[in-house]
């Protein structure tokens, strides 16, 4: 049986990945319908090898048309048309913030907690909506669940390095002018971004929050306690650099089990959509650059933490317009099919 998925987005970074992962994982879609703002109407988005999708506008599409919809174009449209599909009998795989924390929406990353979608959908009040979480949470909880299995995690420090596509397509294009504008002596005044993102790194992802944290820190705390488990402490320092690709995060846990080094990198090696790529000599770990365009979460310079008591630090890389966005997705998709959809 083939399923119709509409592509809301279908336009922006986000979006073009969604279409090639649900091209390169042979989704079984019997149409795929590519939508975004009626100036992009028209426009025309490879599908596989030869297929050719034409946008087509977001606005008066009617959902009903389609089993499931991969929404990546922002939280007002989301807030709008969400429901709207949902209501009309279409799932909806929402890649922005808007309903993450609602209670009543799965917030999904299939590897960690695919399993709570079977009881979602014996749900007959069910909203039809499931959220992709943020993309730097994305990757760190694939890395934790499989630790915190074994180990029982009860505190998680996390610095993040994000790459300019967090932002989308204007945010590439910025990091690229201003690039060139060095050399030319062309300045480009930002933006996307508070201040010059060229040579130079940001502490500074979405908006302040009151006690001083961002609004991105306080995602990867709570996003991380709704798919992982409530009871884990995390504190997050989100710093955007002038990678277009690529989303690296340094990771320090504490446990309440004593934890052996060489255990944790072996059960990290059997973990579903995780690659361990570290040894200690030259060229021995990921940078985003090499994670770019792969679909694992890859995690390297495992050692341990001696300033704790049950302490284990990695590095930890992925693609975050892959696993961060448009490849989760389509695995709730098709997680999706095989829990009652």
């Known amino acids: 049986m083939g399923y119709n998925v509409a592509v809301v987005g279908a336009t922006g970074a986000v979006g073009r990945e969604m ?3 649900l091209a390169e994982r042979e989704f079984p879609a019997d149409k795929v319908f590519a939508l975004a703002s009626k100036n992009s109407v028209g426009k025309e988005i490879s599908y596989g090898e030869d297929d050719i999708l034409t ?3 977001v606005e008066g599409f009617d959902f009903a048309n389609a089993d499931v919809a991969l929404f990546s174009a922002g939280s007002d449209l989301a807030k709008n048309l969400g429901p709207k599909a949902g209501a009309a009998g279409c799932v909806v795989i929402d890649n922005s913030s808007a309903f993450r924390m609602d209670e009543d929406v799965p917030l999904i990353v299939p590897e960690v907690n695919g399993h709570v979608l079977a009881p979602y959908f014996k749900n007959q009040d069910r909203r039809n909506i499931i959220a992709n979480p943020n993309c730097s949470t994305a990757q760190m909880v694939i890395a934790l669940k499989p630790l915190h299995e074994a180990f029982g995690i009860s505190r998680v420090v996390v610095s993040t390095y994000q790459a ?9 294009d910025e990091l690229f002018e201003q690039t060139r504008g060095v050399y030319v002596n062309d300045f480009k005044k930002p933006q ?4 010059e993102i060229a040579f130079n790194v940001i502490p500074h992802i979405d908006v302040f929050m009151d006690d001083g944290f961002t609004k991105e820190e306080w995602k990867m705390e709570v996003e991380t306690k709704k798919i992982l488990d409530p009871a884990i402490e995390v504190v997050a320092q989100c710093v955007r650099v002038p990678v277009f690709i690529g989303h690296s995060e340094s990771v320090f846990i504490e446990c309440q089990k004593p934890i052996d080094e060489d255990a944790a990198r072996d059960i990290l090696r ?11 000599a030259d060229e021995g770990y990921v940078t985003p650059k090499e994670a770019a365009g792969e679909d694992a979460v890859y995690i390297s310079r495992l050692r341990r933490d001696k300033t704790v008591a049950n302490g284990l630090v990695f590095w930890c890389v992925s693609d975050n317009l892959r696993k961060g966005a448009a490849l989760n997705s ?8 095989r829990h009652g959809l």
């Open 19 to 21: 279409i090639k992962t």
């Open 55 to 57: 946008v087509q506008s």
């Open 164 to 172: 300019v596509s967090g932002a989308g397509s204007p945010a590439m």
């Open 192 to 195: 996307n971004f508070t201040k």
């Open 270 to 280: 059997e973990a579903e959509g995780v690659a361990v790529i570290d040894f200690r």
């Open 330 to 337: 389509v695995q709730i998709a098709e997680e999706c099919l």
